[in-house]
């Protein structure tokens, strides 16, 4: 199977999964919150065993939830509404607050160019490739650290604004770089690995790019190429 039929596949049954995801995870809460009741008739809530496994049930609902979300993002790529729009601007005004907050225990530092960054892309498919780009720099590096952001054209004179971000953290291993933009592959403990699956699929349907460079021990740097609107406005 060729990668495009596999990622349709994957698609397919993604359409699917959200929802019986939701059901199972609230099946399976009520089910834990019926036990500690039972067990705690029986003064038994304080067990260490028990304790020890709601942490880990805990855990892993926690993950197929946020599997869950992913997965839904996808809807997103089957909706695309590609329209011109101020990329510095969306940065600006809804990048790096949601950054401030969904990462207060790291630093920001935010440069732009001065040349044209009005492109023609899905605003809202935009802004989850940006998010998970950031939140992957976030994840490859230790707290207060500082991850970088930058939008300017393209050096090479193509039609191209580049969104940058880059990391000074522990890297991707190597055996990861290979797949890493296949589904369920990641680089951290605690992903899912559809975030640059997502990513992937986005921009190559909206007609822009993603490139990861990464080395282990240094840090990691994503591109995210996106194409110019001819009535480009300034950054």
Known sequence: ???????????????????????FLTGLRLSID??????AE????????????????????????????????????EELAPEPF?????????????????HSDHF??????????????????????LQHVLSNAVAGSSGNATVSL????????????VVTVTDRGSGIPG?????????FVSGWPNGVGMGLFV???FMHRTGGEVQIESEPGKGTTARLFFPADGDAGKI
């Not at 990861?176 to 933009?181: G, H, K, V, Y």
């Open 42 to 77: 029986h003064n038994l809530q304080d067990h260490t065993d028990f304790q020890v496994s709601c942490s880990e049930l805990g855990k892993g609902m926690e993950r197929l939830n946020r599997l869950g979300g992913a997965l839904r993002e996808l809807f997103v790529i």
């Open 175 to 183: 055996h990861i770089q290979e797949r890493l933009f296949q589904p």
């Open 199 to 201: 990513t992937k699929e």
């Open 150 to 161: 930058s939008v300017a054209a393209e050096e090479n004179g193509t039609s191209r604004v």
């Open 1 to 23: 199977m060729g990668e495009k039929a596999h990622n349709e596949t994957i698609l397919d049954i993604a359409r699917l999964l959200p929802h019986t995801l939701k059901n």
């Open 34 to 39: 019926e036990l500690h009741d039972l067990l």
């Open 86 to 102: 101020d990329l510095g601007e969306l940065l600006r005004e809804q990048i790096l607050p949601w950054f401030a907050e969904k």
């Open 108 to 129: 920001l530092e935010y440069t732009a160019g001065s040349a044209p960054a009005t492109v023609l892309a899905d605003k809202r498919g935009t802004e989850l490739c």
